[in-house]
């Protein structure tokens, strides 16, 4: 629980320094809500854009998964982390936890690089 805390404390940190306005917001989200919870992609692309959310949805996804590559965030559905490879349908996002993340990030810099 005390690891979570700080993960929330250090991502809201780095949220003035951020540019883009869907990650600012995931953040932002999540903090009001506290450790476990999670949002729809949705909320966030009505957060951002409320006349034309629709079509930000692709890039809120297109954000998440960067987020989740970089071991930040959590793609679940069903309340189970999906394949950021391969997942499809209703998802939400959710902060990692401390070895969530630390298995995110392992599993980047084990993977074989797709330029060879």
Do not use: N
Request: proline share 8%; glycine share 6%; hydrophobic share 40%.
């Amino acid at each position: 629980m005390m690891i979570l805390s700080l993960l929330l404390r250090l991502a809201m940190q780095h949220i003035g320094r951020m540019s883009d306005p869907i990650e600012e917001t995931i953040y932002e989200k999540l903090a009001a809500l506290g450790p476990g919870k999670s949002i729809e992609p949705a909320d966030v692309a009505k957060a951002v854009q409320p006349e034309q959310w629709q079509r930000m949805l692709p890039r809120v996804r297109t954000t998440a998964l960067g987020l989740m590559r970089q071991g930040r965030l959590m793609i679940t559905k069903k309340g189970k982390p999906v394949d950021p490879s391969s997942f499809k349908g209703v998802i939400r996002l959710r902060l990692p936890t401390a070895e969530e993340s630390e298995q995110l990030i392992q599993a980047r810099t084990a993977a074989p690089d797709d330029a060879d």
